[in-house]
């Protein structure tokens, strides 16, 4: 196994304007916060070296404009893709719809080759804030009907949860580069985790 | 029309229609008809520009010795020539007839004809020949396309080309119209026509084929292939991406009609159109102006527009050539030419942007002709610019007189309103929030060159003029490349983005928009709200309530102005910017003109306008940095980070300070700053990016380099923003100078011009158009696929009926659905209708055409769950694939379903808007209440299906509501209309009149269990004569009891009239005598299809004539033999007895949609 190739795992944020996917990917990255950003306009990323069962990867995130009028734009950034994280703000029931319309658009843009089976990874923002307005059980719920994604709920504010989640969005990620380079032909690198997010350990109540 | 008398010798293709002694009618052998001759001469009529007249009458003098014809008349109808024949006939044989000598006799009706022909032209304005062809050419499109005029399909132009249909050539006609491109070509038999709307077209390219000069159209799979002869190709070219643009902006600015566009044209032209002032010819009162003039005047004055900045509705009167004065050398003239506009004067140098000048002419205060030169003209503007013209020649008069009647006419009106703002108006907030004073620590060489620089700015000041009126010169251009001075920048911004001229024309529009935008609310304001704190945080402006109170306002008030771009993000970076340098009403119209003229379509739905330009700018580069395109093409990185440059302005993507002197250029020079910028940027970094391996690397170094650039000039910089990449590691890397990077992109990439720009932006649009409407259907049908029993294919072929609409007489209609561009396209009734009955096989059966109209109304509301007037292709499946693929119990509930809607009144029209059943629909009948209570209640059953997203079940799911007589009777004639498809079935016919009857016996039955079990209705039961059946269905139970009802099924009710037993016979001879009144009246259906069953029937019940005559009969019957009038049932006696019936359950199970191949 010493002829490892360097492993780089794509990850897209996606969610409505304003959910935090910029807080979020820079709390992960540089751990710090802060309300000064801009609005994102296209695209950027980020990337961040992890450890993963002894496996040094790195992840390249990649942050997206919420607005609904960029979405046609995504095809660009999709291609390639090893996991997408679905993010919605708690406070802010219309960004917890509107998950659907971007699940959907991301295997359309995308189009994974097994759609069924491409790994997302949902997370609930902003939990630090008073004014909740969708209840845990109901995210859960909708993650379940779509294939059991794994659900967290997170607040890149206060840093909760934020390194538990990109650790599973990472595991995720790696299975499917796992998955992928299986079928284009490449000696399967790493073993396939059995089953790692099933367990909703990182899931806050 | 008459004609000038001519000799004909030869007629071999005419055959004579009448005659006389004296005249003869003919009429030309057409190609349509059979024979070698029709053949040979419709290949030659194609081939040939004019076709002669199919009619014409010929005068004919016979002598002993020969005989001599001349035409006198022809005629495109045989009616038009009938009339000239009648006049003939009537006004002339009898003075011929007089005539002794047949000689005489013919030279003198060959002189009446000659004074009729003078006096015909005398009425007509002359034509020239051009118009005359023209007119030729319309004609015979209309003819070859058998477009009827309502269709107001007008022909563009028409050009002679020839066809490349796999080897062989096909000449013929290719004829330009609003709407579509349209090629005949008839060669010995056999014809060919293509139409193609613009809207079809995906790729429009100008190449050579087989070394012609070739036009290469595809529509999606079909290529075809034109080829000219001559120089026509190029202008073919320009005009067909002109149409094919204008259509793809009508449908990106949501007013899909052809009619408003043409009365966009025809308003253009209507004021004194575009000529060269050197033309002789005055325009005359000629009311039909050519189409394609129209469409060429467009082009002019956009273009020109464009190049002057002016406003979007200028018109331009005419240009010609002259000289100006050079102020600065008088013995300097430069040679250009003058735009005379209807409120400016303008002049563009013939060496490109040497020198330009646009003239408000409200500014003009004085104009005079020059003494020393008779072609020379002096013009004074009140701020004392002073710009003598010459090399005028003889057209200064003209232009002297064009200027002095404007100015006479509106002198004296100088508006001067000083309005007074409700709320304070926010200055540039570089001056409340100047740069901290640490940054004044500039070195007396800063200080210098920012001295030395105002010089400059001031002399050219003094030199040229300031203000709107200045001589825009070289060095002007020179000045602003190096940065305008701040305190010049609001003036500089205003004049050169041409924003200016709207806000001197819209005194007070901004306050009054910021007014409305307190009281009124729009969905976008939430974005904006949202977004206000992630403008330009990193300015201290922007961290107060002052900066972000000020951003709020000039995005709502953008909102309110334009509601179909509203608020797209990036809008607020941009915004914000601007205000740091002016103050919020010139922000607001600086933003205007962003938006709406720079930088077109930009903040658009779907961004489509930055989408165009991020194909441009590949283009661009593919064009003048090839081999880099070539490996960032393969890393697939340019359409990920130019959006980011491209929609901000590289606000985003540079320090603001750095940015800032991008938008100077953007304002004075236009679009072609950016992708300037853009190329540069990457020519820059070549060495480096041929290196990178990924889009992550490319990406990363690209970010890195622009977050270097530094504005040396303007220290204002240094704080960054965004989540950086290389944080830390920027200190290591030498930074980069904004002017440097401008002055390289003059260098390199200086001759990339607006024009080329735009005319790329053509060539992409409709590319782009096409990629996100496939978008838009792959998203639509992902959505219906999961939720349907049709298969891919098959949604495909509805998805593409349902957006093209029906084909009539095999031309597809222009595309009418409704929604925003790429998204969920939805139709109304008047497209549904047709698609309804398209699919369900209803059009092809003729006899019930007009009851299958009301039918689809039916659906229609059935399908328009939101109630919004128009049913989305997901609604439309629901139905069609219940239709196609459902099994029998889908359909008896479709079927069920169809006739629970208040729809069809009374008088059996259905209402005309069919969006708005409220209460004003409802006032027309008078059965208002009955109306309001159904409808309340399908609203209710509606707001049920709304919430399921399952819409395959979405039928079945509910619980329909009872159906009243008067719907049931409806129910019936729709079995009934149906079963004619299926003819001679008397097993089926049978079923159809034993259902009835059971049904109609169980609605009795349920009634009396009603009445009897509710004492309080006996008084309506004493009530004999019965107004309105429907009325008293006021009544109607709840669901709940009426299943009770049914349970407990009552005895018969003493209280009739007639005998129950008889009543399905009468209700079922009524129902076939109108079904045969209805066979028999279209008259090819056998007649003994129908066969009254009952010998002893009613003969007193007048048959019903009307489509309606169910629903009368249905009243007649209540009216004589009181049936009760709360009679219903229920949905489930409904099924159970229709599944009694064998064969009424066998034919709606066959019963499918017919269409799908």
Same mark, same amino acid.
């Given at each position: 196994?010493?002829?490892?190739?360097?492993?780089?795992?794509?990850?897209?944020?996606?969610?409505?304007?304003?959910?935090?996917?910029?807080?979020?990917?820079?709390?992960?990255?540089?751990?710090?916060?802060?309300?000064?950003?801009?609005?994102?306009?296209?695209?950027?990323?980020?990337?961040?070296?992890?450890?993963?069962?002894?496996?040094?990867?790195?992840?390249?995130?990649?942050?997206?404009?919420?607005?609904?009028?960029?979405?046609?734009?995504?095809?660009?950034?999709?291609?390639?893709?090893?996991?997408?994280?679905?993010?919605?703000?708690?406070?802010?029931?219309?960004?917890?719809?509107?998950?659907?319309?971007?699940?959907?658009?991301?295997?359309?843009?995308?189009?994974?080759?097994?759609?069924?089976?491409?790994?997302?990874?949902?997370?609930?923002?902003?939990?630090?804030?008073?004014?909740?307005?969708?209840?845990?059980?109901?995210?859960?719920?909708?993650?379940?009907?779509?294939?059991?994604?794994?659900?967290?709920?997170?607040?890149?504010?206060?840093?909760?949860?934020?390194?538990?989640?990109?650790?599973?969005?990472?595991?995720?990620?790696?299975?499917?580069?796992?998955?992928?380079?299986?079928?284009?032909?490449?000696?399967?690198?790493?073993?396939?985790?059995?089953?790692?997010?099933?367990?909703?350990?990182?899931?806050?109540? | 029309?008459?004609?000038?008398?001519?000799?004909?010798?030869?007629?071999?293709?005419?055959?004579?229609? @009448?005659?006389?002694?004296?005249?003869?009618?003919?009429?030309?052998?057409?190609?349509?008809?059979?024979?070698?001759?029709?053949?040979?001469?419709?290949?030659?009529?194609?081939?040939?520009?004019?076709?002669?007249?199919?009619?014409?009458?010929?005068?004919?003098?016979?002598?002993?010795?020969?005989?001599?014809?001349?035409?006198?008349?022809?005629?495109?109808?045989?009616?038009?020539?009938?009339?000239?024949?009648?006049?003939?006939?009537?006004?002339?044989?009898?003075?011929?007839?007089?005539?002794?000598?047949?000689?005489?006799?013919?030279?003198?009706?060959?002189?009446?004809?000659?004074?009729?022909?003078?006096?015909?032209?005398?009425?007509?304005?002359?034509?020239?020949?051009?118009?005359?062809?023209?007119?030729?050419?319309?004609?015979?499109?209309?003819? =070859?396309?058998?477009?009827?005029?309502?269709?107001?399909?007008?022909?563009?132009?028409?050009?002679?080309?020839?066809?490349?249909?796999?080897?062989?050539?096909?000449?013929?006609?290719?004829?330009? =119209?609003?709407?579509?491109?349209?090629?005949?070509?008839?060669?010995?038999?056999?014809?060919?026509?293509?139409?193609?709307?613009?809207?079809?077209?995906?790729?429009?390219?100008?190449? !050579?084929?087989?070394?012609?000069?070739?036009?290469?159209?595809?529509?999606?799979?079909?290529?075809?292939?034109?080829?000219?002869?001559?120089?026509?190709?190029? @202008?073919?070219?320009?005009?067909?991406?002109?149409?094919?643009?204008?259509?793809?902006?009508?449908?990106?600015?949501?007013?899909?009609?052809?009619?408003?566009?043409?009365?966009?044209?025809?308003?253009?032209?209507?004021?004194?159109?575009?000529?060269?002032?050197?033309?002789?010819?005055?325009?005359?009162?000629?009311?039909?102006?050519?189409?394609?003039?129209?469409?060429?005047?467009?082009?002019?004055?956009?273009?020109?527009?464009?190049?002057?900045?002016?406003?979007?509705?200028?018109?331009?009167?005419?240009?010609?050539?002259?000289?100006?004065?050079?102020?600065?050398?008088?013995?300097?003239?430069?040679?250009? *030419?003058?735009?005379?506009?209807?409120?400016?004067?303008?002049?563009?140098?013939?060496?490109?942007?040497?020198?330009?000048?646009?003239?408000?002419?409200?500014?003009?205060?004085?104009?005079?002709?020059?003494?020393?030169?008779?072609?020379?003209?002096?013009?004074?503007?009140?701020?004392?610019?002073?710009?003598?013209?010459?090399?005028?020649?003889?057209?200064?008069?003209?232009?002297?007189?064009?200027?002095?009647?404007?100015?006479?006419?509106?002198?004296?009106?100088?508006?001067?309103?000083?309005?007074?703002?409700? /709320?304070?108006?926010?200055?540039?907030?570089?001056?409340?929030?100047?740069?901290?004073?640490?940054?004044?620590?500039?070195?007396?060489?800063?200080?210098?060159?920012?001295?030395?620089?105002?010089?400059?700015?001031?002399?050219?000041?003094?030199?040229?003029?300031?203000?709107?009126?200045?001589?825009?010169?070289?060095?002007?251009?020179?000045?602003?490349?190096?940065?305008?001075?701040?305190?010049?920048?609001?003036?500089?911004?205003?004049?050169?983005?041409?924003?200016?001229?709207?806000?001197?024309?819209?005194?007070?529009?901004?306050?009054?928009?910021?007014?409305?935008?307190?009281?009124?609310?729009?969905?976008?304001?939430?974005?904006?709200?949202?977004?206000?704190?992630?403008?330009?945080?990193?300015?201290?402006?922007?961290?107060?309530?002052?900066?972000?109170?000020?951003?709020?306002?000039?995005?709502?008030?953008?909102?309110?102005?334009?509601? *179909?771009?509203?608020?797209?993000?990036?809008?607020?970076?941009?915004?914000?910017?601007?205000?740091?340098?002016?103050?919020?009403?010139?922000?607001?119209?600086?933003?205007?003109?962003?938006?709406?003229?720079?930088?077109?379509?930009?903040?658009?739905?779907?961004?489509?306008?930055?989408?165009?330009?991020?194909?441009?700018?590949?283009?661009?580069?593919?064009?003048?940095?090839?081999?880099?395109?070539?490996?960032?093409?393969?890393?697939?990185?340019?359409?990920?980070?130019?959006?980011?440059?491209?929609?901000?302005?590289?606000?985003?993507?540079?320090?603001?300070?750095?940015?800032?002197?991008?938008?100077?250029?953007?304002?004075?020079?236009?679009?072609? *700053?950016?992708?300037?910028?853009?190329?540069?940027?990457?020519?820059?970094?070549?060495?480096?990016?041929?290196?990178?391996?990924?889009?992550?690397? =490319?990406?990363?170094?690209?970010?890195?380099?622009?977050?270097?650039? !530094?504005?040396?000039?303007?220290?204002?910089?240094?704080?960054?923003?965004?989540?950086? %990449?290389?944080?830390?590691?920027?200190?290591?890397?030498?930074?980069?100078?904004?002017?440097?990077?401008?002055?390289?992109?003059?260098?390199?990439?200086?001759?990339?011009?607006?024009?080329?720009?735009?005319?790329?932006?053509?060539?992409?649009?409709?590319?782009?158009?096409?990629?996100?409407?496939?978008?838009?259907?792959?998203?639509?049908?992902?959505?219906?696929?999961?939720?349907?029993?049709?298969?891919? =294919?098959?949604?495909?072929?509805?998805?593409?009926?349902?957006?093209?609409?029906?084909?009539?007489?095999?031309?597809?209609?222009?595309?009418?659905?409704?929604?925003?561009?790429?998204?969920?396209?939805?139709?109304?009734?008047?497209?549904?209708?047709?698609?309804?009955?398209?699919?369900?096989?209803?059009?092809?059966?003729?006899?019930?055409?007009?009851?299958?109209?009301?039918?689809?109304?039916?659906?229609?509301?059935?399908?328009?769950?939101?109630?919004?007037?128009?049913?989305?292709?997901?609604?439309?499946?629901?139905?069609?694939?219940?239709?196609?693929?459902?099994?029998?119990?889908?359909?008896?509930?479709?079927?069920?379903?169809? %006739?629970?809607?208040?729809?069809?009144?009374?008088?059996?029209?259905?209402?005309?808007?069919?969006?708005?059943?409220?209460?004003?629909?409802?006032?027309?009948?008078?059965?208002?209440?009955?109306?309001?209570?159904?409808?309340?209640?399908?609203?209710?059953?509606?707001?049920?299906?709304?919430?399921?997203?399952?819409?395959?079940?979405?039928?079945?799911?509910?619980?329909?509501?009872?159906?009243?007589?008067?719907?049931?009777?409806?129910?019936?004639?729709?079995?009934?209309?149906?079963?004619?498809?299926?003819?001679?079935?008397?097993?089926?016919?049978?079923?159809?009149?034993?259902?009835?009857?059971?049904?109609?016996?169980?609605?009795?039955?349920?009634?009396?269990?009603?009445?009897?079990?509710?004492?309080?209705?006996?008084?309506?039961?004493?009530?004999?004569?019965?107004?309105?059946?429907?009325?008293?269905?006021?009544?109607?139970?709840?669901?709940?009891?009426?299943?009770?009802?049914?349970?407990? *099924?009552?005895?018969?009710?003493? /209280?009739?009239?007639?005998?129950?037993?008889?009543?399905?016979?009468?209700?079922?001879?009524?129902?076939?005598?109108?079904?045969?009144?209805?066979?028999?009246?279209?008259?090819?259906?056998?007649?003994?299809?129908?066969?009254?069953?009952?010998?002893?029937?009613?003969?007193?019940?007048?048959?019903?004539?009307?489509?309606?005559?169910?629903?009368?009969?249905?009243?007649?019957?209540?009216?004589?033999?009181?049936?009760?009038?709360?009679?219903?049932?229920?949905?489930?006696?409904?099924?159970?007895?229709?599944?009694?019936?064998?064969?009424?359950?066998?034919?709606?199970?066959?019963?499918?949609?017919?269409?799908?191949?």
């Amino acid at each position: 196994m010493s002829a490892r190739r360097k492993v780089l795992l794509k990850v897209i944020i996606l969610g409505d304007s304003g959910v935090g996917k910029t807080s979020l990917m820079n709390q992960y990255v540089n751990k710090r916060f802060t309300t000064q950003y801009k609005a994102t306009i296209g695209a950027d990323f980020l990337t961040k070296e992890v450890m993963i069962d002894d496996r040094l990867v790195t992840m390249q995130i990649w942050d997206t404009a919420g607005q609904e009028r960029f979405q046609s734009l995504g095809v660009a950034f999709y291609r390639g893709a090893d996991c997408c994280v679905l993010v919605y703000d708690v406070t802010q029931p219309n960004t917890f719809k509107t998950l659907d319309s971007w699940r959907d658009e991301f295997l359309i843009q995308a189009s994974p080759r097994d759609p069924e089976n491409f790994p997302f990874v949902v997370l609930g923002n902003k939990v630090d804030l008073e004014n909740r307005a969708v209840p845990t059980r109901r995210a859960q719920g909708w993650c379940e009907t779509k294939n059991n994604i794994p659900y967290f709920e997170t607040s890149a504010k206060e840093a909760i949860n934020v390194e538990q989640a990109f650790q599973a969005i990472a595991r995720k990620a790696l299975e499917q580069d796992a998955k992928t380079s299986c079928d284009i032909g490449l000696e399967p690198n790493i073993p396939i985790q059995p089953e790692p997010a099933k367990d909703k350990s990182g899931c806050c109540t | 029309m008459w004609v000038q008398p001519s000799e004909v010798f030869f007629a071999p293709f005419w055959s004579v229609e @009448r005659a006389n002694p004296f005249f003869s009618l003919q009429h030309r052998v057409s190609h349509k008809e059979n024979g070698f001759v029709a053949k040979v001469l419709g290949t030659l009529d194609t081939v040939r520009e004019s076709k002669p007249t199919p009619y014409r009458i010929l005068l004919q003098m016979r002598t002993q010795d020969f005989m001599m014809s001349w035409v006198v008349a022809v005629g495109h109808s045989k009616e038009e020539i009938d009339y000239y024949w009648n006049w003939l006939d009537s006004n002339m044989i009898s003075t011929l007839e007089a005539f002794d000598d047949n000689v005489e006799a013919c030279s003198f009706a060959r002189a009446k004809v000659e004074s009729l022909v003078a006096e015909e032209e005398f009425r007509r304005s002359p034509a020239d020949p051009e118009m005359k062809r023209f007119d030729e050419a319309e004609r015979r499109f209309l003819e =070859t396309f058998k477009i009827s005029s309502e269709e107001r399909e007008r022909l563009v132009n028409y050009f002679s080309c020839s066809h490349w249909n796999s080897k062989l050539p096909r000449h013929g006609w290719m004829y330009l =119209t609003l709407n579509r491109l349209c090629f005949n070509a008839y060669t010995f038999g056999s014809e060919l026509n293509i139409v193609l709307r613009w809207t079809d077209i995906s790729h429009l390219e100008h190449t !050579t084929f087989r070394m012609m000069d070739a036009i290469i159209v595809k529509s999606g799979k079909d290529r075809f292939v034109f080829c000219f002869i001559s120089q026509q190709g190029e @202008r073919c070219f320009q005009q067909l991406q002109q149409l094919a643009n204008e259509c793809v902006q009508r449908h990106l600015k949501h007013t899909a009609l052809p009619e408003e566009s043409q009365n966009e044209v025809s308003r253009q032209t209507k004021k004194p159109s575009v000529r060269l002032l050197t033309q002789k010819t005055p325009i005359d009162k000629r009311e039909k102006f050519l189409l394609k003039n129209k469409l060429d005047t467009k082009k002019l004055t956009e273009e020109k527009i464009r190049f002057f900045r002016l406003p979007k509705e200028e018109l331009l009167h005419g240009h010609l050539r002259c000289s100006l004065h050079n102020p600065s050398n008088k013995e300097d003239a430069i040679h250009g *030419s003058v735009f005379c506009f209807q409120n400016f004067l303008c002049f563009e140098s013939k060496v490109r942007e040497r020198m330009w000048i646009v003239i408000p002419l409200l500014e003009i205060s004085v104009i005079e002709k020059a003494t020393f030169s008779t072609s020379a003209l002096y013009i004074n503007t009140r701020n004392q610019i002073c710009y003598i013209f010459d090399d005028l020649s003889n057209q200064r008069d003209f232009l002297w007189k064009l200027i002095s009647d404007f100015l006479a006419k509106t002198s004296s009106t100088h508006h001067n309103k000083a309005s007074v703002t409700p /709320f304070e108006i926010q200055q540039p907030l570089h001056i409340q929030f100047p740069p901290p004073p640490s940054y004044f620590q500039s070195t007396s060489e800063t200080e210098r060159t920012l001295e030395e620089k105002e010089h400059a700015w001031e002399h050219h000041f003094n030199m040229y003029g300031r203000g709107v009126c200045m001589y825009r010169t070289q060095e002007l251009w020179d000045l602003v490349h190096k940065g305008i001075l701040q305190k010049y920048k609001p003036d500089i911004w205003m004049i050169f983005s041409g924003a200016i001229f709207y806000l001197n024309s819209n005194p007070g529009y901004y306050e009054e928009l910021v007014m409305k935008s307190d009281e009124t609310y729009l969905d976008s304001f939430e974005d904006i709200e949202r977004d206000l704190h992630r403008s330009l945080p990193e300015h201290p402006a922007f961290q107060t309530d002052i900066g972000i109170a000020a951003l709020r306002r000039v995005l709502r008030a953008y909102a309110l102005r334009n509601p *179909s771009v509203g608020y797209c993000q990036a809008m607020n970076i941009v915004t914000s910017m601007i205000l740091l340098e002016c103050d919020e009403i010139q922000a607001f119209w600086l933003l205007a003109a962003l938006t709406e003229r720079i930088l077109p379509d930009y903040y658009n739905a779907k961004v489509v306008g930055a989408l165009v330009d991020q194909r441009v700018f590949e283009c661009l580069a593919e064009q003048y940095i090839p081999e880099l395109h070539a490996r960032l093409d393969s890393l697939g990185v340019l359409p990920m980070i130019t959006m980011s440059w491209f929609l901000t302005i590289f606000i985003n993507a540079m320090p603001y300070s750095s940015a800032m002197n991008l938008v100077d250029l953007l304002f004075y020079d236009g679009c072609k *700053s950016l992708f300037q910028i853009g190329l540069a940027l990457l020519d820059l970094n070549r060495a480096e990016i041929m290196k990178c391996t990924d889009d992550g690397e =490319t990406m990363s170094l690209l970010s890195s380099y622009l977050e270097r650039i !530094t504005n040396v000039s303007n220290p204002h910089s240094v704080t960054r923003h965004g989540p950086g %990449h290389t944080v830390g590691a920027l200190a290591n890397q030498p930074s980069i100078d904004i002017l440097e990077l401008i002055e390289s992109a003059n260098n390199r990439f200086g001759h990339v011009t607006n024009e080329m720009i735009e005319q790329k932006r053509n060539m992409t649009r409709i590319h782009v158009f096409k990629s996100l409407e496939e978008s838009a259907r792959k998203s639509v049908l992902r959505g219906v696929i999961n939720g349907t029993l049709f298969t891919q =294919t098959e949604l495909e072929q509805l998805y593409q009926l349902f957006v093209d609409g029906v084909p009539e007489d095999g031309f597809l209609p222009i595309s009418k659905t409704a929604g925003a561009p790429f998204k969920e396209q939805k139709v109304d009734c008047t497209i549904f209708c047709p698609l309804f009955l398209y699919l369900s096989g209803w059009s092809e059966n003729e006899k019930s055409g007009e009851y299958g109209n009301e039918l689809a109304m039916q659906a229609f509301r059935l399908l328009d769950t939101d109630i919004d007037g128009h049913v989305s292709f997901k609604e439309l499946i629901s139905l069609v694939s219940l239709l196609a693929k459902g099994r029998l119990q889908h359909k008896l509930v479709l079927l069920y379903c169809l %006739h629970i809607m208040p729809a069809l009144d009374s008088n059996g029209l259905p209402p005309d808007i069919p969006d708005k059943i409220t209460t004003e629909d409802i006032d027309t009948t008078d059965k208002k209440d009955l109306t309001t209570t159904i409808e309340k209640e399908i609203n209710a059953c509606l707001e049920r299906r709304k919430r399921e997203t399952d819409f395959s079940i979405k039928f079945l799911s509910s619980n329909p509501p009872n159906l009243t007589m008067e719907q049931f009777f409806q129910l019936c004639k729709t079995v009934q209309h149906l079963s004619i498809i299926k003819e001679d079935n008397e097993e089926l016919f049978r079923a159809i009149q034993e259902f009835i009857a059971g049904i109609i016996q169980e609605g009795r039955n349920n009634a009396d269990s009603t009445n009897q079990q509710d004492k309080e209705v006996q008084q309506t039961r004493e009530e004999i004569l019965i107004t309105s059946p429907a009325k008293d269905t006021l009544q109607l139970p709840t669901v709940e009891s009426s299943e009770q009802s049914s349970r407990t *099924s009552s005895s018969m009710n003493d /209280f009739e009239l007639v005998d129950a037993t008889d009543i399905p016979h009468l209700i079922t001879n009524n129902l076939s005598i109108d079904l045969e009144e209805l066979t028999s009246g279209e008259g090819d259906t056998p007649e003994n299809q129908v066969q009254p069953k009952n010998p002893s029937e009613d003969l007193s019940i007048n048959p019903p004539t009307e489509t309606q005559a169910a629903s009368q009969t249905g009243k007649q019957f209540t009216n004589q033999y009181y049936l009760p009038p709360d009679w219903f049932i229920t949905f489930d006696q409904f099924l159970a007895h229709f599944e009694q019936h064998a064969p009424l359950c066998e034919f709606l199970s066959e019963l499918t949609i017919i269409s799908l191949q």
